[in-house]
């Protein structure tokens, strides 16, 4: 039996040989980036090379999920490995879908890349041959909470419960045999150094507001109308009047789109819609936040008379990194890039669905480097395939080495001595009460509430 220096040293080298390959998925997907529960071609992309290495996949999960799992040589612990295949709308984005302005600004084809590599690593190496338990190979759809009308349609069609993918997966049930889980993220943040850990990220919850007014000749005869522009722009200003009340340790974030302002310059708007998102670092403290950005909605609606619908949904939980599992990653990084590229970073204030995972068992969601440009923007790039691509790889399948090696006894102590935030069922009940819709009429004061 190899030692488990000389193990991860085989995979390293087997992930090594399969550059070109890696390199290929990872660009293939970039230049074929597809919106969240659409992944059909990245799927069909990864189904296929889990299968070439004789790993049947299971497909079709939350829609376009795929996940393959890695038998060891004696039951054990089940470690998840998982990549994100979903890109976002940025249109001008130079390797955007010219039909649907969809583009990988997040780097979550580098995400699938590393975890084919660390798929084949494992195999190539005959890893699992010394490991005790299961590797899932795990790709998940639709972690950009995006297109949330659309996804509406596919929950009022039965074929969601959920809007984000990982939450959706949870409910369904195929987290049930995974005990641990880990996935890295691409970053081009110079502070964060080639691999970062992170403190914890901000949690949210979606909305969609629609305004209703009443529609009239805006030149000859507005004082007929009702108009809803005014009433969302009433309530955007009184969002922005409640900033100085957030408290600066709970990162609250909201940041209202309007997405339809009117249908004619010359006709008073009465069809008017907002999406917004509202983080924070607890979710004591988005629900706060929550009940400010409410009142200001019903304010804007009152001033002018208008109706507002007030749609809220789950969006995702704050991220808790398991301290354990993060020293595991530490400890690879600095062996493969010395311990001055490594850094710990404190509170981001974005959000993941990594986060929901995190409430309900042992996760970690590091990040590593390799993408230039900022986040989510047009000249968000792969700028190291190295470091995008092939140091992903060799850190995920070193990782469940660590927990797997021997009789597993890494993963049972950590699996052991952590507390989950929530249990499952704990979980989606909390999550299931966040659906809510509200009607107030501007006019009246009155205000109904109906369960979604």
Known sequence: MRTKEEL??????????????????????????????????????????????????????????????????????????????????????????????????????????GLMGAMMGLVDSGAMDELCGNIVIFAVPAEEYVEIEYRLGLKREGKLSFLGGKPELIQKGHFNDVDLAAMIHTHGSPELKKAAVLKSCNGCIVKLIRYRGLAAHAGSSPHKGINALNAAHLALAAIHTQ????????????????TRGGELVNVVPADVRLETFVRGRTNEAIMNANTKVDRALRAGAMAIGARVEINTLPGYMPLQDDHDMQTLFMQNAQMLFGAEECTEAGHRT??????????????????????SGISHGHDFLISDREMAYMAPAKALALMAVDLLYGNAEKAKEIKARHRPIMSKKEYLSYQNRVFQKEIFDGETGTSKKIDV
């Open 8 to 113: 991860k040293q085989a995979i390293c080298e087997a992930v090594d040989r399969r550059r070109g390959e890696i390199e290929k998925i990872g660009d293939q997907i970039m230049e074929n980036p597809e919106l969240g529960f659409k992944e059909f071609k990245t799927a069909k992309l990864v189904a296929d090379t889990v299968r070439s290495f004789d790993i049947p996949p299971e497909t079709g999960l939350a829609i376009t999920g795929v996940k393959g799992v890695i038998r060891g040589k004696n039951p054990g612990p089940t470690v998840a490995l998982m990549g994100e295949m979903d890109s976002l709308l940025v249109s001008d984005h130079p390797h955007a879908d010219s039909g649907t302005g969809a583009a990988h600004a997040c780097g979550h084809n580098a995400q699938i890349a």
């Open 243 to 258: 900033r100085e009340t957030f408290k600066d340790e709970d990162a609250i974030r909201v940041h209202p789109i309007i």
């Open 350 to 371: 974005g959000s993941t669905d990594m986060g929901d995972i995190s409430h309900i068992m042992p996760a970690v969601h590091p990040s590593m480097s390799g993408a």
